[in-house]
């Protein structure tokens, strides 16, 4: 049996956040996408493509990569009113309203980020999980903590989305 490591885990949580997304979107309408649970909660729509774009902030800042929400085109895609450089950090109800997009879209984007973490966390040892990534932090962040977190987050979002799907009215 082949040895576990600390990338094959880092690669595990991703992939689990992959699946959960997946999962989420699985059916979904564009009303279903956009409800906001007592009118001014985050919606699916907004929760999958915040994940989605942290995590390729977050990933393409420690491999030294641009984003693939620009790279790709997937900012023209999305066509939002909102910043291109935007990911979510502190919308109120009027930049949630703003992300209205299909099922399909959203799972596309994630599938391609998540495409990336994967091809970037191929060409990692567990040596280079514990570079410094943040010094503005105490203790400085490592790349392992950075990963870990972006998982973490990824997994919140994903839950508050199944959350959502969970109570949404019956049509």
Known sequence: MAEVTAVDVLADGFERVR???ERVLDG????????????????????????????????????GAEQVWTSEGWVERFDLSLPAGD???????????????PADLL???????????EAYLKGLTGQDLTRVVDESWDPPVTL?????S???????????????RGVLPQS
């Not at 392992?144 to 870990?148: G, I, K, Q, W």
């Not at 972006?150 to 959502?164: K, M, P, R, S, T």
């Open 28 to 63: 979904l309408t564009g009303p279903q996408l956009t409800h906001r649970v007592g009118g001014s909660a985050n919606s699916i729509a907004w929760l999958v493509w915040h994940l989605t774009r942290v995590q390729d902030d977050h990933v393409a800042e420690v491999a």
């Open 150 to 164: 972006v998982i973490e987050d990824d997994l919140q979002h994903v839950g508050q989305a199944a959350f959502v």
């Open 107 to 117: 799972r596309d984007y994630h599938r391609a980020v998540h495409e990336r973490t």
């Open 144 to 148: 392992a903590v950075r990963l870990l």
């Open 19 to 21: 699946e959960s997304v």
């Open 87 to 101: 990911t979510g950090y502190g919308h109120g109800r009027e930049q949630v309203a703003a992300v209205d997009a």
